[in-house]
């Protein structure tokens, strides 16, 4: 069985990269012709954490592939891309195993009413940023989580085979209680950094960062108590130390003037503290800070 991913910003790059490692035979595909031929050419450029470089062989296609009937795909495009792509696949009528890496929450619903027979959900905790068509830089090491969601998650088992020390992977039975643990930590971690302009680990060195990330732990783990045994301070801010040099993913979006993600990330973990009857004042006030920097159309 090989892997497509359709996808190739950063986490697909990081991913492809270490899936080809581990003996997979990847196919990435992306949106440009210069990105595919580069990747067919060089194939995926990783600069580890030490600075080394690995150089892994991929095959990329502007084309969604229909031919494919036995690979399990990972779908990294980013949240705002998904609709469109998945009303394409249902159109090719691509019914594949599909497993979803995007942040927040707004996806699982969006993917569960396909009619894709197998689904699963991944929250990836890596720091990577993507230098160019076909180099990402790893900028810490996290945990890949696979949440089993219908059909046979045990087809998802090539992605778990490719565990190793720099890519970690582990699974789940209950795929929203992974994507809710994740949205937690991206919102302890995202709309700080994307607005303090701090890479993640400034949420632990400069004072005054520092005690607005462990109030807003304070505030999250309050709206949603049964997440505490799972979430622990240190937990969240070993995800900072591990990915210290790492710009969050909204602080980068914010940086390249895309998107930030506030409403799958932010919005809907306030909607579901507001269903419990449960106040979260100062996500409520990133939130707001986030789409007002937002609407001002800047470029950094
Ligand atoms: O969104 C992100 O950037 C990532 O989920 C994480 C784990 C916070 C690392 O930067």
Not at 34 to 58: C, H, M, P, T, Y
Not at 62 to 75: E, G
Not at 109 to 131: C, D, K, Q, W, Y
Not at 195 to 209: D, F, R, Y
Request: proline share 3%; net charge negative; charged share 20%.
């Amino acid at each position: 069985m090989d892997v497509v991913i359709v996808g190739a910003g950063s986490v697909g790059l990081l991913l492809g990269s270490y899936l080809s490692e581990s003996g997979i035979k990847v196919t990435m595909v992306v949106r440009r012709e210069e990105q595919a031929s580069e990747l067919n050419k060089n194939g995926i450029r990783r600069v580890n954490e030490d600075g080394s470089e690995s150089f892994l062989g991929v095959h990329a296609t502007t084309i969604i592939p229909t031919d494919n009937a036995s690979s399990v795909w990972i779908i990294a495009v980013k949240y705002i891309d998904l609709q469109k792509l998945l009303i394409q696949l249902d159109s090719l009528e691509i019914k594949n195993p599909m497993l979803f890496i995007q942040n927040g929450l707004d996806h699982y619903s969006m993917a569960n009413a396909t009619s894709i027979p197998h689904l699963a959900f991944a929250t990836v905790e890596h720091g990577a940023r993507r230098l160019d068509d076909n180099t990402v830089q790893h900028n810490g090491v996290g945990l890949v989580t696979i949440g089993a969601g219908r059909g046979d998650s045990t087809l998802f088992d090539i992605v778990e085979n490719a565990h190793s020390k720099s890519f970690p992977v582990t699974r789940h039975v209950d795929a929203e209680f992974v994507l809710m643990r994740k949205v937690l930590i991206n919102c302890m971690i995202n709309p700080l950094t994307a607005i303090l302009e701090v890479e993640n680990g400034g949420l632990l060195t400069n004072p005054s960062c520092h005690e607005l990330f462990v109030t807003l732990y304070d505030e999250l783990i309050n709206a949603f108590p049964e997440m505490k045994p799972h979430l622990s301070l240190e937990a969240v801010s070993a995800v900072c130390q591990n990915t210290a040099h790492n710009k969050s993913s909204m602080l980068s979006d914010r940086l390249a003037g895309r998107p930030m993600e506030i409403k799958t990330i932010i919005t809907a973990v306030i909607e579901k503290a507001h269903a419990l009857h449960k106040n979260v004042p100062l996500l409520a006030m990133l939130e707001k800070m986030l789409f007002a920097i937002e609407s001002k159309g800047e470029q950094l």
